[in-house]
C-alpha cells in the first residue's frame, strides 16, 4: 500500500534534508522571534534559543518540546556583548546547526539629539555588529556542510532615512545589503539567504512604541511562514501585499525627499519604548 503522507510531513522532511536538524533563532522570547522558533519546531527542527530573559525561553522551549517533540536549548545573554557572542559557537559545537535566524533588534524612539548616545550605540552593537559576528561564526560550517540557511530581518523603514528612528533605520539598511550580498556569495554554496523586509508586525515591540495598528499590519505567524516559504527563493521577501505595494511606492515612484518625508509622518506619533525586564 502505498504510503499517504501528509502536506506538513512532506514538508517538515523537506524542510529538515535543506536546512539540518538544529537552528539558531537570536532574539526569541517573544513576538516575531518565539514565532520563528514555533515555526521551525513544526517543521521539525530542533533550536538554540537566544535572548536575554531566561523565564521566557525556558517556557517557550518547554512548549515547544511538548507540543512538536523537539529539542530545545536556551542561552541567555545579550547579544550587544561581545563576550556573550564568542560563547555561542561552543554552545552550539557538536549540533548541527544549518540555519541562523537574526532577529533580535534595538530600536530607540526619538529625536537622535535627544536619545541616549548609550542606546545609539546599542543599535551598532545588536543589529549591525552581533549578526556579523554570528554569521562569520557559522558559515564556515554551513559552507563545509554544503546546505544551509540564512534569514535576517529588515524593515521598510531601512529603504530610506526614517526620522525619529534614524538609527534604526540605517541598521536595517545595512541588514538588507548584506543578506543581498550574501545571498548572491553563498547561492552556489547551497546556503539560501534572505532579508524579510517587513512593514508593521503585531508584536509586543511594536504596540510598546506605535500603539495601533498601521495599515498592513501583519500577525507575527503571517511573516514568519511568508518568510520561510521564501527561503531559498531570492534574496529579499516582503510579506503582505499592501507592503509590497508600499514598498513599490516608496522605493521607485516617490522622489527620495518625498519619501523621507512620508516616513517622518508615520513615526511622529511614535512613543520611545517603555522599560521591560532584561531590555535596556
Ligand atoms: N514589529 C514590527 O513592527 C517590525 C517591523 C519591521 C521590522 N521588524 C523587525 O523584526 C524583528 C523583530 O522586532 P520586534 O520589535 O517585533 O521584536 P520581537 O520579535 O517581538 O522581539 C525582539 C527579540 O529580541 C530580543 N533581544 C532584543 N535585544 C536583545 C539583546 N541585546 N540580546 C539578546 N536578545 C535581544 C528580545 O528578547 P529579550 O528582551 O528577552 O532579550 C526579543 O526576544 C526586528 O529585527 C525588527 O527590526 C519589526
Known sequence: MTERRTE???LRDRFAERYGSWALVAGASEGLGAAYACALAERGVNL?????RKALLDE????LRACFGVEVRVSEGDLAEPAFL???????SG????LIVYNATQAPVGDFA???AEDLMRVVDVNVRAPVALLRAFLPRMTVRGRGGIVLMTSLAGNQGTPRIAAYAASKAFTRVLAEGLWHELK??????????AGAIRTPGYAMTAGKDAPGTLDPEQVVEQTLRALGRGPLVIPGFINRAANTFMSRLLP???AISLMAGSTSSLAPAKETKGRS
Not at 538554540?48 to 536575554?52: E, G, Q
Not at 549540533?95 to 544549518?98: C, T
Request: aromatic residues 0%.
Open 8 to 10: 506538513a510531513e512532506r
Open 48 to 52: 538554540v534559543l537566544v535572548a536575554r
Open 60 to 63: 517557550i522551549g518547554e512548549d
Open 86 to 92: 564568542k560563547t555561542l559557537p561552543s554552545a552550539c
Open 95 to 98: 549540533l548541527d546547526v544549518g
Open 114 to 116: 535627544s536619545v541616549a
Open 188 to 197: 552556489n554554496s547551497g546556503i539560501d539567504v534572505i532579508a524579510c523586509c
Open 256 to 258: 527620495r525627499r518625498a
